[in-house]
């Protein structure tokens, strides 16, 4: 096998759900059997590493400085969902139960991980609520400990505005994510939030 091959059997195998075989499948087929594919792929990487960024609002991606949610006026500005990543706001928006907007932390605190909450999205969340921009905080954080420890870490920190904070019902699986829930399941878990002040 030739080194640059290799190469990129490695970087490939570094996305996440892709292991030694099917690297080398994806490898071998853009070098072999689809080469002009290859040249798409650079292109869109290039493009999409070039324009695509953090909303200022929430932390989601947008190509601009607010995504498509946080700019949509038919959206309701005082519910603020708050969750791990971008991947969690594709799943809940799939599901069509919630039409407010969101705030990504890009993690759950994790002091095993090294996971602290300067490393997180929080600062931007504390100043929204501090701007009187949401009314009520629902946290659809996973149900594992570093969810619960995040949730609580929240609770603790936001001022006693009057800011209504609620965590989602518990129709997700112990341990599980937000982002591996299907549409039912989500709109239940989310018509189910509970208060968590």
């Known amino acids: 096998m030739s080194a640059a091959l290799e190469t990129l059997q490695k970087q490939l195998k570094k996305l996440p759900g892709v292991g030694y075989r099917s690297a ?47 700019s949509d006026d038919r959206r309701n500005p005082g519910q603020v969902c708050v969750v791990e990543g971008v991947p969690d706001v594709a799943a809940i928006e799939r599901s069509g139960a919630y039409r407010g907007r969101y705030h990504v932390l890009h993690g759950k605190l994790s002091p095993i991980r ?6 997180l999205n929080i600062a931007a969340l504390l100043e929204r609520v501090k701007a009187g921009e949401a009314s009520e905080l629902i946290l ?58």
């Open 24 to 70: 080398e499948r994806i490898a071998l087929h853009l070098l072999v059997e689809k080469p002009q594919q290859l040249a798409e792929l650079l292109g869109a990487l290039q493009a999409a590493a070039q324009s695509v960024r953090r909303c200022a609002r929430c932390g989601s991606l947008s190509e601009t400085e607010l995504c498509s949610i946080c």
């Open 114 to 119: 090294g996971v602290a909450p300067e490393d």
């Open 140 to 197: 659809a954080l996973s149900n594992d400990v570093e969810g619960e420890a995040t949730c609580h870490y929240l609770t603790e920190l936001l001022p006693k505005t009057g800011v209504k904070i609620m965590r989602i019902g518990f129709g997700l699986p112990s341990g599980g994510g937000v982002v591996y829930a299907d549409a039912v399941t989500l709109k239940s878990a989310l018509e189910g939030r509970r208060d968590y002040s």
